[in-house]
């Protein structure tokens, strides 16, 4: 998998738009970008996948530009329930390959009153 | 949610002890992966399994074994615990869809305490 980058962490507040940026620069051709969602004492859960431009669900967009060196995971409206840790995957399955599937340190989000 | 179920859920153990943690899926999903999580260092791959009786090593495999004689469980063993393995052990399973794309499924994770 490719080498991510993400920040350590980010703090904001009720209401606002947090955007999270991962930067991966060895991204290869085939390579999807994941994101997933931790909150304590939980397992991380999915939240989006994209390959290109823009994907959105009912809880985030994915933000991806043409060069694919980086990926913003935007969450609209933040609520303190949205505190988590986030971590950004780039990758791609193959099947017949092994795909281990590696996190890195992910982005821990503080939503504030 | 995908049919995944951690046991023990939690377990507290004496210094070389022989320890055994189960991942049991409902889904037939072909990929199942152990992880720990010791805080500060996020999620940290042990081993993974990409098919019945087929396992590899991940980030932090020393002092651990795996085995997978079925689909639907996939078993982490400590041969001989030590307190540097107190920490919150999570299995995931995942599978492929059309295009490379996957998305993966975590347990509850097991809080494993060595004293």
């Known amino acids: 998998l490719a080498k991510t980058t993400q920040p350590i962490s980010m703090d904001s507040y009720e209401g606002q738009e947090v955007n999270i940026t991962c930067s991966h620069n060895n991204i290869a051709t085939n390579d999807y970008i994941t994101w997933y969602q931790q909150f304590p004492s939980q397992g991380p859960r999915f939240i989006i996948q994209?390959?290109?431009t823009k994907v959105t669900n009912e809880v985030a967009s994915l933000f991806i530009p043409a060069d694919r060196k980086s990926s913003t995971l935007s969450l609209p409206r933040v609520s303190l329930s949205d505190t988590a840790v986030y971590y950004c995957?780039?990758?791609?399955?193959?099947?017949?390959?092994?795909?281990?599937?590696?996190f890195g340190a992910g982005t821990r989000l503080t939503v504030k009153p | 949610d995908a049919g995944i179920t951690q046991s023990p859920r939690h377990k507290v153990t004496e210094t070389g002890t022989p320890v055994t943690l189960r991942c049991h899926q409902t889904?037939?999903?072909?990929?199942m992966y152990w992880y720990r999580q010791d805080p500060g260092h996020g999620l940290r791959l042990i081993h993974y399994s990409y098919g019945v009786k087929d396992t590899d090593k991940g980030e932090v495999s020393d002092g651990y074994s795996v085995s997978r004689s079925k689909t639907e469980d996939f078993l982490l063993t400590l041969e001989s615990a030590t307190s540097s393995q107190t920490s919150v052990y999570f299995c995931?399973?995942?599978?492929?869809?059309?295009?490379?794309?996957?998305?993966?499924?975590f347990g509850q994770g097991t809080r494993l305490t060595v004293v």
């Open positions: 995931a399973i995942s599978s492929s869809k059309t295009g490379g794309r996957t998305e993966a499924f």
């Open positions: 994209g390959y290109k």
């Open positions: 889904e037939n999903h072909r990929y």
């Open positions: 995957l780039v990758g791609v399955f193959r099947v017949n390959n092994n795909n281990d599937m590696r």
